[in-house]
């Protein structure tokens, strides 16, 4: 098994955009890339801690690999603002990738460059690529998010037609029975 670990936006909705893929075993709703140890959402949320909201993917690569993975990130977000996705504002919602070898790495860095040279966004992409620093599960009620509250507004609003867009774009790649 091997982790990837990204940052789009709020974690409820990057969690459910990742949790019902074939080979994805884990995604655990988290902080990562701040300064202090242990943050509390609360303290996430108050944007001085550093911290974005990040889902830790553990994945077989057997299965899914990373690019495909990288794809879904780039495809079910937007990469061009900063420290934004949609209503959501703040550091704690930046686009960023942190990679755990140099082989993950260098792909995302490739896919960044390609996206931009090929002006595939009207904005260049702003994502952030950085070692993986120290994963901090988020409290027990943000994980599984989307599946136990998506009945909820913001759960119909936001994460729903990201969950759509993975179901539309790459629907193959669903486990079989995927409740979306």
């Known amino acids: 098994m091997e982790h990837a670990t990204f940052g789009a936006g709020c974690f409820w909705c990057v969690e459910a955009v990742f949790q019902n893929l074939k080979g994805v075993e884990k995604v655990v709703s988290g902080y990562a890339g701040g300064r202090i140890k242990n943050p509390t959402y609360k303290e996430v949320c108050s944007g001085l801690t550093g911290h974005a909201e990040v889902i ?3 994945f077989d690569p057997a299965v899914i690999s990373y690019k495909e993975l990288l794809e879904i990130f780039w495809k079910t977000h937007d990469p061009t603002t900063l420290n934004r996705q949609g209503n959501d504002t703040g550091t704690q919602y930046r686009s960023v990738i942190y990679y755990h ?30 070692a ?19 009945h909820e507004p913001y759960c ?24 979306i």
């Open 56 to 58: 830790d993917i553990t």
């Open 156 to 179: 119909q609003f936001v994460a729903r037609p990201k969950v759509e867009k993975v179901k539309a774009l790459f629907g193959d790649k669903l486990k079989a029975g995927a409740a």
């Open 132 to 150: 993986a620093p120290e994963f901090y599960p988020a409290e027990n009620y943000h994980q599984n998010y989307f599946n136990l509250h998506g």
């Open 101 to 130: 070898n140099d082989e993950q790495k260098q792909l995302a860095e490739y896919y960044k460059q390609k996206l931009n040279k090929e002006k595939a966004f009207p904005n260049p992409v702003v994502t952030e690529i950085t």
